[in-house]
């Protein structure tokens, strides 16, 4: 807009710098008024919304309103913590307030509150199961017997490959 009337004014010599200022004025208080009139608008628009959010609601009215929406939901009594566990770290909530909100058949777990802690996660070492098939074949390939083949397999994680090789070697 400021472009087209400095154009409109190197037009013509008979326009006056004053009009042009006359002109820049008028447009600036113009679009002053529309953006302070637009503002309070929303202004209001967000005070009506905010007062219409803000009413408390009947617990009663709102468990009513859950049902005929299919929504139900019950709390968990008793809980004592609650472990979310991740391949690298452990997230424990203890004393936590847990809720089961029950949405058309799919159940979801609110857990609230407490005290959050991470810990690195806990691996128990298992031993590796292996199989008769492997114990056998272990067995024939090295000539040992299968307690020696199965004693190797379990050396070696259920790796074939190795438990051969520990046998041989």
Known sequence: MMTWLKTWLSKSEKR?????CFLLLFFN???????????STLKQNYTRRRTVM????NPRDAKR???RMGMNMEGVEDVEEVVIRTPTKEIVIEAPEVAIV????QKIFQVAGG??????????A?????SEEDVQLV??????????????????????????????S
């Open 139 to 168: 067995a024939q390939q090295t000539g040992k017997s299968m307690e020696q083949a199965r004693q190797a397999l379990t050396e070696s994680e259920g790796d074939l490959a190795k438990a051969i090789l520990l046998l041989q």
């Open 29 to 39: 208080q113009f679009v002053m008024a529309t953006k302070v009139k637009y503002m």
């Open 126 to 130: 298992t031993a590796p199961k292996v």
């Open 65 to 67: 309103m859950m049902q």
């Open 102 to 105: 029950n949405v058309q058949g």
């Open 54 to 57: 803000q009413r408390r609601m």
């Open 16 to 20: 006056s710098s004053n009009y042009f």
């Open 115 to 124: 005290k959050v802690s991470e810990r690195a996660p806990e691996r128990k």
